[in-house]
């Protein structure tokens, strides 16, 4: 095991160089260097595929005679991990790597043009990409099956499908029933973006964020990374229209805090990361919305509120922000949607995905068909290509199967909020008084530890009680519209 397990450190270490250099392009490399970059990151992720896959790991896991438990694992996850990574040629991992970087980049400059037209020879690039990918796993039912597996390992399409139809159509139901609330107290402006960032730390602070562990930058599209021990990378972006740089940040703290509290035994092996995307997901979306826009949240941060913008909500009370920023308003944007709103936005995109990969939509024709998505499900018009199907560089990077495993993980917040709130009744009081940290350690002791010990659907089920079920979550979001129904006048 001692030869197995210093290969997988090497094989890690290269992959979180590539995620470093990945977080470098999108945080602060100088334009002109994104050329050069998609080769360095090409040659990085084709090295830690070279080494991963080689004869080599092959006889060791042959061999490898596990210790303890851990080691049982160990083996288990990377023999389910070499024998996909062996089914995809070195070639195909380095062009895959290389056409994402330079999607990146072309994406980037098609948004800022609003011009689909900019964008779509390397967004056909992607596809024909992923299609070739996707070949490489010809005993999957479906070809998106492949794709789906990358983010949501064990789950099929057809599984996936039976949760999301559920949840979207509770979801047009809720949008029905929610009423209209006045939410301009957050949104208009100007929110200096200097008081943006001040009360941003300042939140970051208080729910756990230690600067000698973790740092925060800005991106155009935020994200977070896990460098490695002690090196958690988050981003947000700050408009002075709203305060949505609040909620992206606490979302990505939620992803970040996951990576943090995962074992350190699991270090620099296939077990260190989450579990899943969905999982990662429900991380980031318990955070940003269970809590941030939660009444005990809002009792603690007011004045924190109020202390960065002082003219702005000298007449409000708290009750008043936290109404505002739970209003159900249909939007263009997905990552500035409503939590009731915001699954249907995944339900265009799974579906435009599906038939790119398994119907007979094109490249070509994705504005037409979003927009009339948009319109059909949200009751909007889309004005122009980078407020509708320019808005997210998912598509950019090659990452078809992914856009579902947001949905999911909104579901799987909603059973494990279920789960905490029985457990920690007194919790929204917790948060009041400003501490956060039952809740941290309730994620830490049932989620987080684990890594990818075990499975996604276990790790569902020995959290939350039961298997993925949008019940709960579509529960939690109907007291909401109706605690806001009870409250208008």
Known sequence: MTDLRERLGEVADLERTALLLAWDQETTMPPAGAAARAEQRASVERLAHERFTDGHVGELLEIAQPGDELEVDLLRVTRRDHDKAVRVPTELVGRLARAGAHGHTTWAAAREQSDFALFAPALQTNVALRREYAACFPDAARPYDALLDDFEPELTTDEARVVLDAMRDGLVELVQAAGETDDAIVHGGPFAREAQRGLVQTVLAQVGVDEQRWRLDVAEHPFQATIGLGDVRLTTRYDERDLDSLFSTLHEFGHGLYEAGIDPALARTPLAGGVSSAMHESQSR????????????????????????????????????????????????????????????????????????????????????????????????????????????????????????????????????????????????SFASGDFAPLSAWLAQHVHRHGRRLGAQETIRRAAGAPMDPAPYLAYLAAKVSASASLMP
């Open 286 to 429: 318990l955070w940003e919305n269970m809590v941030g826009r939660g009444p005990g949240f809002w009792r603690w941060c007011f004045p924190h509120l109020k202390a960065a913008f002082p003219d702005r909500f000298a007449g409000a009370a708290w009750s008043d922000v936290q109404r505002a920023v739970n209003a159900v308003r249909p939007s263009l944007i997905r990552v500035s949607a409503d939590e009731v709103t915001y699954g249907l936005h995944i339900a265009l995109r799974f579906e435009l995905e599906l038939g790119l990969f398994e119907g007979d939509l094109v490249v070509a024709d994705l504005p037409a068909a979003w927009n009339e998505r948009m319109r059909a499900y949200l009751g909007l018009d889309v004005p122009d290509d980078a407020h509708g199907v320019l808005q997210d560089v998912h598509w950019a990077e090659g990452l078809f199967g992914y856009f579902p495993t947001y949905a999911l993980g909104n579901v799987i917040a909603g059973q494990l909020w279920a789960r905490i709130t029985d457990e920690l009744p007194e919790l929204e009081e």
